[in-house]
């Protein structure tokens, strides 16, 4: 049977294999045994040849990853795309100083050379994965391919074919032939089938979640597997074989990607009728529902590839982590008795006991979707959650032993107003001595629930981002639905609000890594507890430490709030103390930044300088 090639193209990191290709080739090879299927991840080639830092500072920038490979899909706009790459890269490391035109030259003679060592003639079908980024150069490398095997059938799947987005790709390349819309797995092993003859013919099967020129499917459909724990362990071996070929001074560790879920739990709806989940979402497009892997079948999992490659960081691809049995989870990735360097994606309201058992099990880092630090403007993102659930997590992962946060703010949002604004400037005072998020300026996703609704958000003529001019000729682009969208309505406005957010975010950033900028110099507001008194320190720049004695019941109240409370838990906690007491003790330590306060809730800043060391809190 002739080999099935399965193949990313820049620009993803290039330290870890692809999860999308490691969970296919594992799949296909479970249902036909027989068949060679190889992974290609072209990206890793490119890295190699470009450099790491020159890739990386692309890889992190879509517009920027889109824009080298436009020039070499069509030659004759190279202008038009440089202009754009200029614009796009300025003030970049490594990007900045890069002559575009030998940027072009340099990827192609270094595509050609990755294209050229594959007999691509021997293959059936090459199946290329289109995420975020990836979509210039997946389609330079189909139109390669297909240079030089007229015949394979290339088939494109992944985050950016979701939806209408891949029929018009199938409508406007002619390489392509057919576009998976959901999940791979079923739909690629029956066309493969139906190409070896085992299934009848292609052209003439309908293949559920399968779209091809001569199959068109109901709107939404697409085919998935009903279990997660079916799926094989996924085989990242090409990836690692590849890592083993580089040259002597540019190998490195990789790190190794856990798929666990597929989806998102958190799906609330945005109003009655409409779209479900956060506001500015699309992430789930591919999916229907929610799967999660079982807990053993995870804990098995990350056993066997780390064991199998060697290697002991481990980045959880799921757009979140389950929301069942994450305590469960790390206590048993911890009996693994193993070192692990962990990364995830958790929710802001993920409670401290949970995130200690992240950090004993070696979670290092967590992306916690903040987005906000405004409650009313929480709300408009449909996050679920309050700033004081934000405050929160952010104070708990500046504990000794529990995971860094990283996090973002959303800026721009859509019928953000000046409210959220000041709201969002009193809290980040309240935020300044922990770990700084990034403002990320909103962006309008294909399928997030603001886009099927732009109206109830004040936008007006939603359709492809403007940028994508830049990329793509005009009678191409016409036809293309892709994956950032542009729109009026607004756009002005909010950038002149939010001036002064931006602002803010960069005094804490600067203020933060100050105050860190000597090795273990702890965290910046903490405290020291001495059973019937504790003494809470606050570390300045260019000033000396403050620092505050609580006592007796004071400090009872303080580290009772170590957990946000509210009012009326903490009346009925300390009976004896009189709300006539209470209440001006909570203004008073709120009113010195060292309690914040929503609503009639309260919770304390400071965190333990030696960590967690009995339990969480009194
Ligand atoms: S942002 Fe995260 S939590 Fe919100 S809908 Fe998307 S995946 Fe789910």
Redesign the pocket.
């Known amino acids: 049977m002739n080999p099935v090639a399965l193949v990313s193209t820049p620009w993803p990191l290039f330290n870890r294999p692809s999860v999308q290709l490691g969970a296919l080739k594992a799949f296909i090879r479970q249902k036909l045994p027989g068949l060679e299927v190889n992974t290609r991840h072209f990206y890793l080639g490119i890295a190699e040849d470009l450099g790491y830092d020159l890739y990386g500072q692309i890889s992190e920038r879509t517009w920027l990853a889109e824009t080298p490979y436009a020039a070499l899909l069509y030659p004759d706009r190279i202008d038009i795309v440089e202009r754009f790459w200029r614009k796009k890269a300025l003030r970049v490391p490594f990007v900045n100083d890069c002559d575009f035109c030998a940027l072009c030259r340099a990827l192609e003679v270094s595509s050609s050379s990755i294209l050229d060592q594959e007999d691509w003639d021997r293959y059936i079908l090459a199946g290329f994965s289109i995420c975020f980024g990836q979509l210039t150069s997946s389609l330079y490398y189909i139109r390669e391919v297909k240079k030089r095997a007229p015949t394979l059938k290339i088939i494109v799947g992944g985050s950016a074919c979701a939806g209408d987005m891949g029929q018009s790709l199938l409508n406007c390349f002619p390489e392509i032939d057919f576009v998976i819309r959901g999940e791979g797995e079923l739909p690629l092993v029956h066309l493969i089938k139906s190409l070896t003859g085992t299934q009848g013919d292609s052209r003439m099967v309908s293949i559920p979640g399968l779209v091809s020129r001569h199959n068109v499917l109901p709107d939404q459909e697409i085919s998935q597997i009903s279990n997660l724990d079916e799926l094989p362990v996924p085989e990242y071996d090409d990836y690692f074989n590849q890592v083993r070929s580089l040259r002597t001074n540019k190998t490195f560790l990789p790190k190794i990607p856990m798929e666990i879920s597929r989806g ?1 739990w ?1 799906r609330k709806s945005v109003n009655p009728e409409g779209a479900s ?2 506001a500015f ?1 699309n ?2 497009l591919q999916w229907h529902g929610y799967r999660a892997k079982s807990l053993n079948r995870t804990i098995s999992e990350i056993d066997s590839l780390t064991k199998k490659h060697k290697i002991l960081s481990v980045s959880f691809m799921d ?2 982590l389950p929301s069942k049995g994450q305590k469960e989870l790390f206590e048993g990735i911890k009996k693994l008795k193993n070192d692990f360097r962990l990364f995830a994606e958790i ?1 802001a309201t993920t409670p401290v006991e949970t995130l200690a058992s992240m950090g004993a099990a070696g979670m290092h880092e967590v992306q916690v ?1 903040i987005e906000s630090l405004s409650t009313s403007l929480l709300k408009k993102l449909n996050k679920g959650t309050s700033v004081m659930d934000n405050m929160e997590i952010m104070k708990n992962c500046e504990t000794p032993g529990l995971p860094d946060l990283t996090g973002n703010m959303i800026l721009n949002f859509p019928l953000s107003d000046n409210d959220d604004i000041a709201d969002t400037i009193w809290n980040l005072e309240f935020a300044r001595p922990f770990r700084p998020i990034k403002g990320v300026p909103f962006w309008l996703g294909y399928g997030s629930p603001v886009w099927q609704m732009p109206h109830a958000y004040g936008l007006k003529r939603v359709g492809n981002h403007p940028y994508y001019s830049h990329l793509f000729p005009p009678e191409v682009l016409r036809n293309l639905s892709l994956i950032i969208q542009g729109y009026q309505g607004g756009v002005r406005h909010q950038n002149r609000i939010w001036k002064p957010v931006k602002k803010k975010l960069q005094e804490w950033k600067t203020s933060y890594y100050r105050l860190h900028d000597t090795p273990g110099s702890g965290p910046i507001l903490s405290y020291q507890d001495g059973r019937d008194f504790m003494i809470i320190r606050h570390r300045r720049n260019k000033s000396n430490d403050m620092t505050h004695r609580l006592k007796d019941t004071s400090r009872k109240i303080y580290l009772f709030c170590q957990t946000q409370r509210s009012i009326a838990e903490i009346l009925a906690r300390f009976p004896g103390f009189g709300e006539d007491k209470v209440r001006p003790f909570l203004q008073m330590m709120v009113d010195k930044r060292l309690i914040f306060s929503e609503g009639d809730r309260y919770l304390s800043l400071a965190v333990p300088i030696s960590g967690l060391l009995d339990g969480i809190t009194e």
């Open positions: 998102c958190w989940g956060c979402c992430l789930n757009n979140l929710r979707g």
